[in-house]
């Protein structure tokens, strides 16, 4: 089911010319799609192994996914550079508060196993993620940035994955919790959302509405000036011509 | 558990971040905020000079002196209403007009490119917190009434001024052409102890 979502939404991408302008995002698209083949032929193939491939490519995605928020920070703030700064800051801070947690952890951490590590790991990696999402939207919010559908669309798709992500993999880093099935399909739940939401957003091209960069007096103000301008301008071509006949 | 509620306190802080967002475009897809917008309130509300006076003439103790000397108790409790209608009133005119600069800030803030985080932050704090004390105002004059509860709304319009001055100044580093606006929407001056 999400392979066939993800090959429709790409598909759908290029026919309406939408692929080039949300690249970063596409890619990121493109290679969930082909982790998701993987992951079929290895279950297909070789069950087995299927359990640690799956965690590593959980992995992958996870990492991955900053293409999206990449992607977000960029569309929502080119038009707002005062936002954009405190935007830029933010991020900054967040990233190293996060870098320095990590480090911390790791040197405090003594027993280390794969597949808790990953499951905590791609965890962080979420959480991270919904910080720094939820800045942007944060301040999307206080600064009334006007957006286009197709980054709402990407917003509001890629918050819900996160939200469900992080709630199902921090209930299932739990020791009881962690077997359960019912916590496992939170996140592919999740996930199908996302993509209903992305195919949705992005159907057709929608930019962001350029921001007015003045006020309507102003333009009024311009528009009068140059309409008395013109008429200045034909008066004295007139009376010139007047002159010479 | 516990250990979970950092996580649980992030995804929930997204979600509600997002609520909001969500809310915001539903409630902006007609109205549109434009700059000019405070301007326009500045030429309706009247002038400055009475706008100030009028907030010193709620709270003052002068009309309702004359009205408990001279007056029988039945118009002295309709001078009490009325008087705390006004006050409500004039307190939400306050709020409004706050907002409206806050939002004409916002606006413009898009354009500017050396915006400070730090500024910014202040700048919001102060803003929510003259709010708070706005309603916080309000709330206790509908309870108690304009003239009971001078000393503490006196007080409160003291810190509410103090506000007002530090919030005027930020506006005025970060963006002096809203704050002109500021200046002549929120001429309060705080009411005489």
Redesign the interface.
């Known amino acids: 089911m999400e392979i066939v979502t993800e090959a429709f939404i790409l598909v759908r991408s290029i026919n309406a010319k939408v692929y080039d302008k949300y690249l970063a995002f596409f890619i990121y698209l493109t290679a969930v799609l082909l982790i998701d083949l993987l992951r079929f032929s290895v279950l297909s193939f070789h069950p087995s192994i299927y359990a640690p491939f799956y965690w590593y490519t959980e992995f992958l995605h996870a990492t991955i996914g900053y293409a999206v928020i990449l992607e977000i920070s960029k569309h929502a703030l080119n038009n707002s550079p005062g936002p954009a700064r405190i935007a830029r800051t933010f991020l900054w801070a967040i990233l190293g508060a996060v870098i320095l947690r990590v480090i911390l952890h790791a040197v405090s951490r003594s027993v280390w196993s794969t597949t808790t590590m990953s499951t905590e790991l791609e965890r962080d990696l979420r959480t991270v993620q919904a910080l720094l999402l939820a800045g942007i939207i944060a301040l999307l919010t206080y600064y009334v940035v006007a957006t286009g559908r197709n980054l709402r669309g990407i917003i509001f798709g890629y918050s819900a994955y996160i939200y469900a992500s992080i709630v199902s993999l921090a209930f299932g880093s739990l020791p009881g919790y962690g077997l359960r099935p019912g916590w496992r399909l939170v996140q592919p739940i999740a996930y199908l959302a996302a993509l209903l939401i992305w195919g949705y957003g992005l159907w057709s091209y929608s930019p962001n509405p350029v921001a007015e960069t003045e006020s309507k007096i102003d333009r009024d103000y311009r528009f009068i000036a140059e309409q008395t301008r013109r008429a200045i301008s034909r008066a004295r071509s007139f009376l010139k011509m007047g002159g010479e006949l | ?1 516990s250990q ?1 509620l ?3 306190g ?2 929930s ?3 509600v ?2 609520a ?3 809310r ?2 539903f409630l ?1 897809r007609k109205s549109r ?4 917008a405070p ?1 326009e309130r500045q030429a309706a509300g009247g002038s400055t000079a009475s706008h100030g006076d009028l907030g010193e003439r709620i709270f003052g103790l002068e009309d309702w002196h004359f009205v408990s000397r001279s007056m029988s108790s039945e118009i002295q409790e309709m001078f009490l209403r009325e008087r705390a209608v006004l006050a409500i009133s004039w307190l939400r005119r306050t709020r409004r007009g706050a907002s409206l600069v806050m ?1 004409a800030h ?2 413009a ?7 400070q ?1 730090a500024s ?1 932050v202040k700048l ?1 704090l102060s803003y929510f917190f003259f709010l708070i004390l706005c309603d916080v105002l309000i709330g206790w004059i509908w309870l108690r009434g304009p003239v009971r509860t001078r000393k503490m709304v006196s007080r409160t319009l003291r810190t509410v001024a103090w506000l007002r001055g530090a919030f005027e100044q930020l506006m005025a580093r970060i963006d002096p052409a809203t704050c002109k606006t500021l200046r002549t929407n929120l001429d309060h001056r705080a009411v005489r102890g």
């Open positions: 558990m979970l950092p996580y649980l992030v995804a802080l997204l979600l971040v997002a909001l967002w969500a915001q475009i902006t905020i434009e700059v000019i301007r939002r916002v606006a803030a898009q354009q500017i490119e050396d915006l985080l910014e919001a």
